[in-house]
């Protein structure tokens, strides 16, 4: 099972990014799906999580600009960024909370990363 994400660029100040992240593999069920960044000195943080049941939860940096939303039917998630801003440049990274199987236990599965660069 694995998270493959992809829709990184680089984009100007006030542009807009979307990025996608599908799990594959064997999926009995995926719990909560999330977006996390990562820029060169700093900690991972949360970007947006999403439940199963479509509860969504964003970052104070980010709220207003930032759209999260999922496709159960495709085990997919998504992040639609507006009005990016420079300090939103980092790596990021699609998270999934996965079960293989009905009685199996959970796996946090992690994407590959996608590049954001937002320049000035």
């Known amino acids: 099972v694995q998270l493959q994400a992809s829709g990184g660029g680089r984009v100007q100040t006030g542009g807009s990014l979307r990025l996608s992240c599908a799990a594959s593999?064997?999926?009995?069920?995926?719990?909560?799906m999330g977006w996390y960044r990562q820029a060169p000195g700093k900690q991972r943080e949360l970007v947006a999580a999403?439940?199963?049941?479509?509860?969504?939860n964003y970052a104070d940096s980010v709220k207003g600009r930032f759209t999260i939303s999922r496709n159960n039917a495709e085990n997919s998630v998504y992040l639609q960024m507006t009005s990016l801003k420079p300090e939103d440049t980092a790596v990021y990274y699609c998270?999934?909370?996965?079960?293989?199987?009905?009685?199996?236990?959970?796996?946090?599965?992690w994407g590959q990363g996608t590049q954001v660069t937002v320049s000035s």
């Open positions: 998270n999934a909370d996965v079960k293989t199987y009905e009685l199996g236990p959970r796996y946090d599965l």
């Open positions: 999403i439940t199963s049941g479509r509860i969504t």
């Open positions: 593999g064997s999926i009995f069920s995926i719990n909560n």
